[in-house]
Every structure is written in C-alpha cells, then in structure tokens.
C-alpha cells in the first residue's frame, strides 16, 4: 500500500524548533518529489516546501523561508522539515505530499495523515 | 503570486442535486489546476488533475473544466459521500490553493 507517515509534531514555545518526518512506503520514494503542505485550523490549505527527487531543486514560500529547511534520505524512504524561530502563525496541521508524476511542478496525488504542530507562548 | 478565489465559500445541497464550484486564477494557469476533497480531521484527496482528468478511483460524476482563468468543478449528482470541503490548487508556478467551499447538507 501506498503509504505516508508525519511524526514530530507537538507543543512548542515561540522561537523554539521542531523537526517533522515524513516516513514513504509502498512506492519507489526515491523517484519522486515531495512537498510540505500545512493548514492551520479553520483555514485554507498553504504549500510549504518542495524538494526535487535527488534534492537538487528546493522551494520555500515565503512565509517560512530563512527558517524551515526541508531535506529527505532516500535511503531511508524518508522525508524532512527542520523548523526554526517558530511563530504563532505557524501553528498548523503538517501534511507531506507526493508529487503526481514524480518530478517538476505536479498536483499531489498522495498525502500522509498529518501532525499537528502548535505553537504557544 | 498566483492567487485562487473560489466562490461561493459555503453552499447547501440536496442528494441528486447538481453541484457546481468555481475557482478563478488571478493570472494565466494554462491548464495547471487541480481538484482536492477533504473531511473533516482527514488529509485532502486528489480528485481531479490537469483541469479536467479524473484520478484513478475518482467515480465519474466528478468533472471539471475551464474558461480561461476561471475553472470549474462539476457533481453531476451529489452523494451522500460528497459533503464534504473541495480546494483547488494551481501548479503552473509553485502551489498555490484556493480558500475552499464547503458542501453541505441542506
């Protein structure tokens, strides 16, 4: 089954840092993009993050570039989100997302399930 | 950036009835638009690719379709499987989603 799977979510105080995996099985992970895709409750959803199948292409939007870094172990079959100088505003669900047809700029056909990372003073 | 307006953000609707959701793009996408379903605590569900090719599995009363920048999602019938709130997503530069419309029962 084609599967993925957030963890590393939970309560932080601003300013503080947090580190989300995202674990792909049931497909050839290493031939694919991923995404980082959040929503904050009640909201739309906000694309976070894109890395490119090898890692060598990587987008951030701007609301979270300079302090997320995403990165991946394709050996590992897994996914990465490094955030940094958390703020209220990022408070959010964090989906991982694959790209549809593996690379370049494709709707998201699989998505995990979700952690949820709350950001509290 | 690209910025998706969908309208209405809310409609109520009965099983059987016809369901049409639009979503316009602030600048040309070409055909680079997407299609999601998401419930509630759930993640999103690709249901329709590219403006108007069904995902694998996507039942066939879905459709969509496009007129310039203005973009449509069709429910031929509505199911009660169906309420639920739909997002659309632009590719053609980054992603870039719509605020959602939420499907409910009347």
């Known amino acids: 089954e084609v599967q993925l799977v957030e963890s590393g979510g939970g309560l932080v105080q601003p300013g503080g840092s947090l580190r989300l995996s995202c674990a792909a099985s049931g497909f050839t992970f290493s031939s694919y993009s991923m995404n980082w895709v959040r929503q904050a409750p009640g909201k739309r959803l906000e694309w976070v993050s894109y890395?490119?199948?090898?890692?060598?292409?990587?987008y951030y939007a701007d609301s979270v570039k300079g302090r997320f870094t995403i990165s991946r172990d394709n050996a590992k079959n897994s996914l990465y989100l490094q955030m940094n100088s958390l703020r209220a505003e990022d408070t959010a669900v964090y989906y991982c997302?694959?790209?549809?047809w593996g690379s370049g700029v494709d709707a998201f056909d699989i998505w995990g399930q979700g952690t949820m990372v709350t950001v509290f003073s | 950036d690209i910025q998706m307006t969908q309208s209405p953000s809310a409609l109520s609707a009965s099983v059987g009835d016809r369901v049409t959701i639009t979503c316009r793009a602030s600048q040309s996408i070409s055909s680079w638009l997407a299609w999601y379903q998401q419930k509630p605590g759930k993640a999103p569900k690709l249901l329709i690719y590219q403006t108007s090719s069904l995902e694998s599995g996507v039942p066939s009363r879905f459709s969509g379709s496009r007129s310039g920048t203005e973009f449509t999602l069709t429910i031929s019938s509505l199911q009660p499987d169906d309420f639920a709130t739909y997002y659309c997503q632009q590719y053609n530069r980054l992603w870039t989603f719509g605020q959602g419309t939420k499907v409910e029962f009347k």
């Open positions: 997302a694959r790209a549809q």
């Open positions: 890395i490119s199948s090898s890692s060598s292409t990587i």
